[in-house]
């Protein structure tokens, strides 16, 4: 069935270091691919998406990167803060014929100051 | 505030019991999802409307769980006779999408706990 896999499960990285963290999912129809941050005792927050034409999106300190071939995205943080900590989910959205988004399993990102 | 809202926050309740959950969207949005979420794991797709028709559910959503959309705005989800398995956060989301595929908001949810 549908499937996302995301790696890794938790990151710690130095203040000012970058993160990285990837995802790879199953079903060739999806076309929209959006990565969420989630605060503890809030919702997700979409931070950056991107869509199957297009191989890259940067917006400040973030980046995505997509490889349809190989079914694969990955989400670039530079210059990492404090307040990047947090949970970070990558998601696909299934298109053949619904809207759903299928999740990936969460990245605990730790930025330590 | 003109997010989605979802009520209550937290519900605490005991097996068997009965529990609804309500969600009111982003008001020009047409596509409504609900979510759970486990500790430590990502969001599991329930269902989804657009406007107030019920478009697909879950085999995760069993037969003690219903949801509705009256009129395309506010959603309710209830579950009958709780049980401990169904402690979760349950999330509540809304999309504006013409076609395609739309962002979607999520709501700060509604955490669940079955004693």
């Known amino acids: 069935g549908e499937n996302v896999e995301q790696h890794p499960s938790t990151l710690s990285v130095q203040e000012g270091d970058s993160a990285v963290i990837k995802c790879t999912y199953s079903?060739?129809?999806?076309?929209?691919f959006p990565w969420y941050k989630q605060e503890l005792g809030k919702g997700p927050q979409l931070i950056i998406d991107?869509?199957?034409?297009?191989g890259e999106k940067k917006d400040q300190r973030i980046a995505v990167t997509l490889n349809k071939t190989a079914k694969h995205f990955s989400l670039h943080i530079t210059e990492t803060q404090p307040e990047d900590s947090a949970v970070y989910f990558c998601?696909?959205?299934?298109?053949?014929?619904?809207?759903?988004?299928?999740f990936g399993t969460g990245t605990r990102l730790k930025v330590l100051a | 505030d003109t997010g989605v809202s979802q009520d209550p926050r937290h519900k605490i309740t005991k097996r068997g019991q009965n529990v609804t959950f309500r969600c009111d969207p982003i008001?020009?949005?047409?596509?409504l999802y609900w979510y759970r979420q486990t500790l430590g794991q990502g969001p599991e797709f329930l269902t989804y409307f657009q406007n107030e028709a019920q478009l697909e559910k879950s085999r995760l959503l069993s037969d003690r769980f219903s949801a509705e959309r009256p009129k395309g705005s506010f959603s309710t989800l209830e579950i009958q006779r709780t049980e401990q398995g169904d402690s979760a956060m349950y999330l509540c989301?809304?999309?504006?999408?013409?076609?395609?595929?739309?962002?979607?908001?999520f709501g700060e949810g509604s955490r669940l706990t079955v004693l």
């Open positions: 079903d060739s129809a999806s076309n929209y």
């Open positions: 998601a696909a959205s299934i298109t053949s014929g619904t809207y759903k988004y299928i």
């Open positions: 991107i869509r199957s034409n297009v």
């Open positions: 008001s020009e949005h047409n596509r």
């Open positions: 989301a809304s999309s504006l999408a013409l076609r395609g595929t739309g962002e979607l908001f």
